[in-house]
Nanobody, 128 residues
Framework: QVQLVESGGGLVQTGGSLRLSCAAS????????MAWFRQAPGKEREFVAT????????LYEDSVKGRFTISRDNAKNTVYLQMNSLEPEDTAVYYC?????????????????????WGRGTQVTVSS
């Protein structure tokens, strides 16, 4: 069992930055692939970024490439999402997710159904 708690959301102006954190419980954090998803009002949850269990591989949704960076610190059981050059279209609730199969090595990494554990989310609002 893994419990995930997100933090770091807030209100920021266009062009600003935020750093989201996701703290995980349990001793097996380093064996889980981790990801960030987001859900805007009236829209489906969408993939943002993922990182392999060892941190070697990262993948991003096209609209955030070059602006967002996912990273992890396995000693601290924490995964991060550094978000720069934020745009109003980035406004959403951001969710942290964990899966035990390192989906980053497959074609399934962006499918929310492949993730076993989810946090409750943190709100990110970008004002224009």
């Amino acid at each position: 069992q893994v419990q995930l708690v997100e933090s770091g959301g807030g209100l920021v102006q266009t062009g600003g930055s935020l750093r989201l954190s996701c703290a995980a419980s349990g001793r097996t954090f380093s064996t889980y692939g981790m990801a960030w998803f987001r859900q805007a009002p009236g829209k489906e949850r969408e993939f943002v970024a993922t990182i392999s269990s060892g941190g070697e591989i990262t993948l991003y949704e096209d609209s955030v490439k070059g602006r967002f960076t996912i990273s992890r610190d396995n000693a601290k059981n924490t995964v991060y999402l550094q978000m720069n050059s934020l745009e109003p279209e980035d406004t959403a609730v951001y969710y942290c997710a964990a899966e035990a199969s390192d989906l980053v090595y497959s074609d399934l990494y962006s499918d929310a159904r492949g993730y076993d554990y989810w946090g409750r989310g943190t709100q990110v609002t970008v004002s224009s």
